[in-house]
């Protein structure tokens, strides 16, 4: 894993990650995915939807607006002190810290810092052309309330019995005090959660099967085992909602940190909502023939949280250079080791000259040819080697060079990224070749 400084430099130098407004100066720790990073993160909620929505036989999707009725944060205790930070202020330098970040004075300037103060993170918007009190709404601080308040459209329109579980992708914003650490903390994030909806008995034993379930899903796309764990959420700081907690952490170079969180929300989200819209959001148990309010077992990954993370475990600096026949030595090569389902770009086409015209057309018909179905690039420029280093800094699992030799045999030579093995494959099965290694 690289340093925080480095991480953020080739995220920017190569099109993952831009800061917002960045021609205005920035604005407030928010962040633009470019091209690779859109690519990548697209592939990570891909991924994520596979295995929570196409791989499950009771598991449904929703896309639940952002704006909702402020009723709804009312019931849920997000208009409360509950859902507030606690803010100082230093009379010297005016700038402003959650108080579980400071201990006594000003950590910038020294100075005195004023008493705390509760701070909502529930960011304010007006409805209509009127801005007042009646028109006041909020953007949704998470999706899952979203969820819950369709449990009983969905269960319907569906058709489903307990237990079942109903996944979304989506936004969320949160007015942060301190957002820091790159994408890590910020005001407007994207959230994967899934609710599980089961039996007040069952709860516990589907906790553990989702709990484990989500640390393999991790595993199984390259997490090393030694940069994630879980971290089980003490009695004392449970939120009020909750009867148990179980956080997914990963290591980044600024520390341990949560990348997704486990939660037994018992029945507190849909009786709420049932008392405060007065609607029955309960369930009929055919087979036990009684009624009860289901329980909640939460995963809640932060997407961009979990870009960052693999990121960090990606990235890797090889000192004096990834040597073979073809490449120069250099004193230090960065390599993202993504895996393949979350690369951004799975192959890349190079023709070995650029000043041979028929190479270069060569090349150019496997491109074409390759771009409908897979996420590939063209580079001519530069030396091979070059070129090959380019591709390994953005994690591109497969080089595909055609050179003279593909005049001659119509094939070309593969270098896989992780082993920089070379073999020569078919034109014509190249496209096979790719679909059977990528999936």
């Not at 080739?10 to 100066?25: C, D, N």
């Not at 009860?292 to 600096?317: M, Q, R």
């Not at 057309?361 to 380019?390: C, M, N, T």
Request: proline residues 3%.
């Amino acid at each position: 894993m690289g340093s925080l400084q480095k991480i953020v430099s080739l995220a920017k130098r190569r099109g993952f990650v831009f800061p917002s407004s960045e021609i205005y100066g920035g604005f407030g720790s928010c962040y633009d995915f470019g091209p690779l990073g859109v690519e990548m993160k697209n592939n990570i909620k891909k991924a994520w939807w596979s295995e929570m929505v196409r791989a499950q036989d009771s598991v449904v999707g929703l896309d639940a607006a952002i704006l909702m009725s402020p009723k709804i944060w009312e019931a849920s205790g997000h208009l409360t002190a509950g859902f507030a930070d606690e803010l100082v202020e230093c009379t010297k330098c005016k700038k402003r810290f959650r108080t579980d970040e400071i201990t006594g004075k000003c950590p910038e300037c020294g100075g005195e810092v004023t008493k705390p103060r509760k701070f909502n993170l529930m960011m304010k918007t007006f409805v209509g052309p009127v801005e007042e009190e009646a028109s006041q709404a909020y953007l949704r601080a998470e999706t899952c309330q979203g969820i819950y308040v369709n449990f009983k459209n969905v269960m319907n329109s569906m058709r489903l019995k307990i237990p079942f579980g109903i996944a979304q992708i989506g936004k969320s914003f949160r007015n942060e005090i301190t957002p820091r650490d790159f994408i890590y903390r910020t005001r407007e994030f994207e959230q994967m959660e899934m609710q599980w909806f089961c039996h007040p008995e069952k709860a516990g034993e589907f906790f553990e099967y989702w709990k484990e379930k989500r640390m393999k899903w991790y595993l199984d796309l390259g997490m090393r085992k030694e940069n994630i764990r879980f971290k089980e959420a003490a009695k004392e700081d449970l939120a009020h909602y909750a009867k148990r907690a179980v956080d997914i952490e990963y290591e980044f170079p600024f520390g341990w940190r949560e990348i997704e969180g486990i939660h037994n929300r018992g029945d507190w989200d849909l009786s709420n909502h049932s008392k405060s819209s007065g609607q029955d959001l309960s369930y009929f148990d055919e087979a036990e023939g009684k009624r009860y309010t289901p329980h909640i077992i939460e995963t809640s990954v932060g997407a961009d949280s979990s870009f960052f993370a693999f990121i960090c475990n990606a990235y890797e600096e090889i000192k004096g250079g990834r040597t073979k026949k073809t490449e120069a030595v250099k004193e230090e090569e960065v390599f993202l080791r993504l895996h393949k389902s979350i690369a951004p770009v799975k192959a890349a086409v190079l023709p070995l000259m650029k000043n041979k015209p028929e190479i270069v057309k060569k090349a150019k018909e496997v491109y074409q040819a390759l771009k409908p179905h897979f996420s590939v690039q063209y580079d001519e420029v530069g030396s091979i080697g070059k070129r090959y280093r380019r591709q390994d800094e953005i994690g591109t699992f497969f080089c595909l060079t055609v050179d003279f030799d593909s005049l001659e045999k119509d094939d070309l030579t593969v270098r896989n990224r992780d082993t920089m093995e070379q073999k020569r494959i078919d034109i014509k099965g190249i496209a096979e070749f790719l679909a059977k290694e990528i999936s």
